[in-house]
């Protein structure tokens, strides 16, 4: 459901670091996609432990940059 929320409210293709938001959504929803319809396939795959934990260190990385990123933006002055 979170994949899919991110890819209705934040699809934008254009260049620069957004991108990552809408690949994040995309990749959660299929992620969804193939516990709910590959689940037996999905405990195998997940009985790699050292898989698992490369992919949380990728995404905890991916995580804490979009985490700066959004925080740290720069206000954009108008009219001040």
Same mark, same amino acid.
């Given at each position: ?22 690949? #994040? +959504?995309?990749?959660?929803? &299929?992620?969804?996609?193939? @516990?709910?319809?590959?689940? !037996? ?20 990385? #991916? +995580?804490?940059?979009?985490? &700066?990123?959004?925080?740290? @933006?720069?206000?954009?002055? !108008?009219?001040?």
């Amino acid at each position: 459901m979170a994949g899919l929320s991110i890819v209705r409210v934040h699809n934008l293709w254009m260049g620069g670091w957004p991108v990552l938001v809408t690949l #994040v +959504g995309w990749l959660a929803m &299929f992620l969804g996609l193939f @516990r709910m319809f590959a689940a !037996g396939n999905y405990q195998h795959v997940a009985q790699n432990t050292t898989a698992l934990l490369a992919l949380e260190i990728v995404g905890f990385a #991916v +995580g804490m940059f979009l985490t &700066f990123k959004a925080c740290s @933006r720069e206000r954009k002055s !108008g009219s001040d």
